[in-house]
């Protein structure tokens, strides 16, 4: 049997980022975001540490959103629902 490797762009592929400076942020912390993507089930947001570095990728479901349009570019207020640090994912909300 052979195998079929689908060749992707490095840059299009998402690494788990380093979530382990959201680990310990409290629920009710605000936190700068700048929207990166719109999905139809939310969206990508790159929030920068509160003691600084290098901003990571989250998710705000639409359930979480406050408001109905967005824009790429955007800046919003969101806060830190969940981290899996393991994962390299977080979990934001805008209410």
Known sequence: TSSSRS???????QRPGDMFDFANVKPDQW?????IDVH??????????PSG??????????TDMKVDRVEIGQEIQVRVKAVSVALGRMSLSMR
């Open 7 to 13: 060749s992707v762009n490095s840059e299009s592929v």
């Open 53 to 62: 570095g290098e901003p990571q990728q989250g998710l705000v479901h639409t």
């Open 40 to 49: 139809n089930f939310g969206l990508s947001v790159n929030v920068s540490p």
């Open 31 to 35: 936190l700068s975001g700048k929207v």
